[in-house]
């Protein structure tokens, strides 16, 4: 058989063109690889998102065929490929009708130049969109090969021949032998026909030929995802796509031999692709990240970075730098040096610097660089590397060569600030954000797939609401059924097998949450940057894992709400109390008597709002760990995550630390060579570190090859490579006399990291935020509150649930006001009464310095914007006296007059919700005083009091419905208050009853759904927490159960469960064993409250309690099944349930 003519494929499309291809970057060089292509080059859309992607893996199949003669320690062989090569190309679409144009860099210069023209095309254009024109190609097409697609229907008619010519012969003048005609075939029967007549037309213009399949899948099992794809992109079934969709499964990435065979009457349009490609040397190994100079005048980089380093030391330690410190600080200078990063730490030190100083903005630095001494002594991270075991070659290491990433968090309300900074400060050539890149998860995939097999939008609905929020999990057949949908129905299975093979693909890109890439020269020649959805902010069109892939240095600038509470509790601090406190004060170090109550509150898992554990495992791991010092905060930040978790660390670990206060004990490590990797977490690995660490010492990796193994859990998730080394590491570990056991364990708990697993250095930073935001909760919860609720949107609760737990810690809440609300929730005098703190936590009565109120802000009223409320403060003076006395002076519209009202914010001035609506609806235009021609000569000064008018009270119901219509909580009364006496009588338990209930005991509670949470390393298992008129119960929903009652656990807003109690440590769970949607019975809060009678503002509560005043049902006997049956028919409470919280999701 004769040898098939080399054949280099420059047509491929991947997933990166948007809902074009149908297969993975990786899948076509992969696929490549094994067809033993010549090369391949990649031309998506107007893009190179996915180049890198591409790049990669030609990088680990060429790094494999260099091992390739290695075996693994079991002695198995693995399958080597030959290297494939690869280039990097775009495919230009034009906006003007010129044909496309495949287009690949010569050199580094033409690299430079496809960058400047897609991101040229993408700034003209919106987020999303590239509008390029043949001028662009003009100007910036130098140092390419271009290859141009026609449009095969112009073939055989004479005005298209005509211009496709004269387009060719524009594009021959300009590039001369750099420009070539793609032919294409379609497999339609007129392939013959079209290709004699563009390659005559191609030769009279003396343009060569080049031949390409333009694969858009890497198989043909992928052609029926490439239909799925089209008809989303297309917005129709694919039932009625028609011509949209291809007529043939041709599309994919054919061998050498075939298209040899395809192209057997043009064989030179298969030698041009060799030609083609051969003119072709850029590599993307050639980008370098060149850093901006930030050296002081007359200073090397590194000379800056020396001095600055030696004073920060100075201030770090002002009672001398300890020695070790000082050979650390030397040996990091030296390695940094040695790479030549000295600009990027100073370019971070820099902005950290303006932020802190300049802005005021709170800040730090975490992650790997938090074992870096010169960060620290940079004032870059805030955690004393000393405190915890150093691990800087984490970091920057010189047996690999990786660039450092520095994350850096600021306060996430003025990060933007920090933003346009750095735009201003390098320009938008020199500075953009990382992207990202948003995927099709289970919902999207499920509705986008349903959605192209034509089911019905409720059928749509019902499939992605019945998914758990971010899966990434495949559709089942659990789904469908639960869906309503017919599991042996072929569109049925269709769906959920397609479903699955969408999951992952790039829906678009978006930007980073943080990530900026800062250059010398120009970023745009190096990566295309595009437009982002936010105004004055640009992105670049690679990911974080394509930036490490390239060596391309990026700085994290991260939000972070707890920054904000803390900086706003701070400053309430000292304005009201006259104490200062940073971040430093409350810092790594041993508290002394002043830290004793702060960790009895956290080892009493009373630390609803704070920062990292408030989670419903984390108050359930804090009465087990017991947390006394700081570096037990460390662990407790890292242990409820699932390496620990997937690993089976976290039992061994609690056992030991309480075996540990024993005077016989003593840990028993598998061999000494593992006490300094271990000791510190009790000889039970909980930490990265700790696991690279053991992968070294114990499996006998080289450093690189360890860092190999960090990396794969970084990507495990999206590539999935951490298993290639599980033989490595097992074996190593077996073969140097460690149990299997051992070895085994310590491969899952890898395993999990690549789930989510927190570097020791990274749960350092953490944890003193932990502290810091536990001190406050504990000595002044009233600040705690305030600053909580001005910092939100964050954390776990929303604002109703952190105004209950101010409540139970004895602080007064206040609410709106007109005459006395600002912006922000602020502090005003009262009169604390440690009485009023709840039996719960009684321990806190002698430690809360609390004396103030907590008012409530206009930021809690539904939409208020804070410009609007401006003119409101400038002009309160002393106060307002009426609804138009407002309207006149405060130029606020009628609309938000009215919003106002319905939060029942006119109580200074003696109006009720509905007194005040009635008046602000009775204002005209604006600002003036009436219409009426009778009274045009009349004083208007007469006319400012709102008419008398005898209005129907509003029911104690109706009241807690609107609160929560337009506060999101209420003062008054919670929900389930009114429900209370029906519930008793049915035998629910109230929540603070259950700390009386036996363990083991059956158990039926209620209330409305807080939170539901699902870890990725919880084996399906669902924990939700309810709130009932007395506090939070935590209930656990096995993966059973919640198949059982998906629709109620998903879409419930109160719910009733039965199950058994679990009581240990003090911690107290139900175990579900039946759950109801009770959400109905809320249309009794409308409905049937009349009983109350008026709930006017002397009704409101100033500390929790339930209202146990009786519902009293027209219809004895009644029961509660049938009342909510009743209820749930009138008018009115679907919307009663809907302004109910829906329950927050996590993960």
Same mark, same amino acid.
């Given at each position: ?34 067809? !033993? ?298 390695? *940094? ?202 992105? *670049? ?12 240095? !990026? ?429 008793? !009588? ?138 909510? *049956? ?22």
């Amino acid at each position: 058989m004769n040898r098939a003519p080399a054949f280099f494929e420059i047509g491929a499309r991947t997933n990166f063109s948007f809902l074009e291809g149908a297969s993975k970057p990786e899948e076509m060089v992969m696929q490549a690889a094994m067809l !033993k292509l010549s090369g391949l080059g990649i031309a998506d859309r107007n893009s190179v998102a996915g180049v890198v992607r591409a790049y990669a893996q030609a990088q680990e199949i060429e790094e494999k065929f260099k091992r390739r003669h290695e075996k693994n320690l079991d002695g198995k062989e693995e399958k080597i490929l030959d290297p494939i090569r690869i280039q990097p190309g775009a495919r230009l679409v034009f906006s003007d009708g010129t044909p496309e144009i495949l287009a690949y860099p010569r050199n580094r210069r033409g690299w430079a130049h496809l960058c400047r023209l897609l991101s040229a095309g993408n700034l003209r254009a919106e987020k999303g969109s590239c509008l390029l024109y043949e001028a662009d190609i003009m100007e910036w097409g130098d140092e390419m090969m271009l290859a141009l697609v026609p449009d095969p229907s112009v073939a055989g008619k004479i005005a298209g021949e005509q211009e496709l010519a004269a387009c060719l012969e524009r594009f021959r003048e300009r590039f001369g032998e750099a420009f070539h005609m793609a032919l294409a075939p379609a497999y339609d029967g007129r392939d013959r026909q079209v290709f004699a007549a563009l390659s005559m037309i191609a030769a009279r213009n003396a343009i060569p030929v080049v031949a390409t399949n333009q694969p858009l899948y890497h198989h043909t099992a992928r052609r029926p995802l490439s239909d799925i794809v089209i008809s989303i992109r297309e917005h129709v079934p694919i039932a009625e796509a028609g011509f949209l969709l291809a007529s043939n499964a041709e599309r994919y990435l054919k061998d050498s031999r075939e298209m040899a065979r395809v192209f057997r009457d043009y064989p030179e349009a298969i030698a041009n692709t060799q030609v083609f490609f051969g003119r072709l040397s850029f590599s993307l190994d050639e980008l370098k990240h060149n850093y901006p100079p930030e050296n002081d005048p007359g200073e090397t980089p590194y000379e800056t970075l020396e001095r600055l380093t030696r004073t920060g030391a100075a201030k770090r330690y002002p009672d001398g730098v300890p020695s070790e410190i000082q050979a650390q600080i030397d040996y990091e200078l030296n390695l *940094i040096r040695e790479k030549q990063y000295e600009p990027y730490f100073l370019t971070v030190h820099k902005l950290i610097q303006h932020a802190r100083y300049e802005l005021k903005i709170l800040c730090q630095g975490r992650g790997s660089a938090a074992n870096s001494v010169i960060c620290y002594c940079l004032e870059i991270t805030e955690v004393d590397p000393t405190k915890s075991t150093l691990l800087f070659d984490r970091f920057i290491s010189m047996d690999r060569d990786e660039p450092p990433d520095i994350d850096v968090d600021f306060e996430h309300d003025r990060r933007e600030e920090v933003i346009q900074h750095i735009y201003g400060r390098y320009g938008r050539e020199h500075a953009g954000l990382t992207a990202g890149v948003t995927t099709y998860r289970t919902r999207s995939a499920g509705r986008e797939v349903s959605k192209a097999f034509g089911l019905s939008e409720d059928v749509q609905s019902a499939i992605s609401s019945l998914v758990w929020g971010w899966s990434e999990d495949n559709l089942s057949e659990r789904d469908a059924k639960a869906a309503g949908l017919d599991i042996a129905d072929p569109v049925t299975l269709n769906v959920l097998r397609y479903a699955s093979e969408l999951l992952g693909f790039p829906r678009h890109l978006t930007q980073h949450v943080g990530g900026f890439v800062i250059t010398r020269d120009r970023l745009d020649e190096v990566v295309p940057i595009m437009k982002t959805a936010m105004p004055d902010r640009y992105m *670049i069109e690679w990911d974080k894992d394509d930036l490490d892939n390239v060596k391309i240095l !990026k700085v994290d600038v991260l939000a972070l709400g707890m920054l904000t509470c803390l900086r706003k509790a701070f400053s309430l601090l000292e304005l009201h109390y006259e104490v200062k406190k940073t971040l430093a004060d409350l810092g790594n170090r041993e508290h002394g008597d002043e830290g004793v109550p702060v960790y009895d509150m956290m080892c009493r898992a009373d630390t609803l709002g704070v920062f990292q554990i408030e989670s419903r495992a984390q108050m359930s791991m804090l009465p087990r760990l017991k947390p006394r010092r700081f570096y037990d905060l460390v662990i407790e930040v890292a242990i409820v995550r699932p390496g620990p978790i997937q690993g089976n660390m976290v039992h061994p670990y609690l056992t030991r630390r309480e075996q540990s206060h024993s005077p016989d004990f003593k840990i028993e490590y598998p061999k000494d060579e593992m006490i300094p990797i271990l000791k510190r977490t009790l000889g039970v690995p909980l930490f990265q570190e700790q696991a690279m660490q053991i992968a070294i010492t114990a499996a006998g990796f080289s450093p690189a090859k360890a860092d190999r193994l960090r990396r794969s859990m970084a990507t495990f998730k999206r590539l999935g490579k951490v298993n290639e080394f599980k033989d490595d590491l097992i074996n190593g570990m077996t073969g140097r006399g460690y149990p299997k056991e051992f070895a085994e364990r310590c491969f899952s708990q890898i395993e999990g990291f690549g789930e989510y697993g927190f570097p020791e250095s990274h749960a350092a930073s953490f944890a003193l935020l932990v502290y810091a935001s536990s001190w406050i909760k504990a000595y002044y919860p009233d600040v705690f509150c305030a600053a909580m609720l001005n910092s939100q949107p964050m954390g776990f609760y929303a604002p109703a649930q952190l105004v209950r737990d101010a409540r139970e810690h004895g602080v007064e809440i206040l609410p709106v006001d007109i005459n006395r609300s600002d912006w922000d929730c602020h502090l005003e005098e009262a009169v604390f009464d440690r009485n009023a703190v709840d039996s719960r936590h009684a321990d806190m009565r002698g430690i809360i310095k609390t004396k103030r109120a907590v008012r409530l802000g206009f930021r809690q009223v539904k939409g208020l914007s804070e410009k609007a409320l401006e003119g409101l403060l400038a002009n309160r003076g002393n106060g307002y006296g009426s609804v138009r006395d407002l309207w006149l002076r405060s130029g606020l519209d009628r609309a938000d007059i009215e919003r106002l009202a319905d939060a029942d914010a006119f109580g200074s001035i003696g109006l009720s919700r509905r007194e005040a609506l009635w008046a602000a609806r009775a204002l005209d235009a604006k600002y003036a005083p009436e219409t009426l021609p009778l009274f045009d000569q009349v004083n208007h000064i007469d006319l400012q009091v709102e008419p008398k008018a005898r209005l129907p009270d509003m029911l104690a119901g109706e009241q807690v419905i609107e609160d929560y219509r337009y506060l999101s909580l209420s003062l008054k009364a919670h929900p389930v208050s009114f429900l209370r006496e029906e519930f008793r !009588k049915i035998g629910i338990t109230r929540n603070v009853d259950l700390l009386r209930v036996p363990n083991g005991k059956r158990v039926t509670i209620a209330g409305l759904v807080l939170v539901r949470q699902r870890p990725g390393s919880a084996k399906g298992v669902i924990f939700m927490t309810l709130e009932d008129e007395t506090g939070v119960a935590n209930a656990i929903v096995w993966s059973k159960i919640f198949d059982k009652y998906r629709a109620v656990v998903m879409g419930a807003r109160l719910v009733k469960i039965r199950g058994r109690l679990q009581s240990h440590s003090g911690v107290i769970h139900t175990v579900v064993e039946h759950i109801e949607d009770m959400t109905p019975a809320l249309g009794i809060l409308q409905r049937e409250a009349r009983r109350f009678g008026a709930c006017e503002r002397s009704d409101e509560v100033l500390r929790p309690g339930g209202d146990q005043r009786q519902v009293v049902d027209a219809r004895k006997g009644a029961t509660l099944e049938k009342r909510m *049956i009743a209820a749930g028919r009138q008018t009115g409470v679907a919307e009663t349930a809907e302004v109910m919280p829906r329950g927050r999701n996590f993960h």
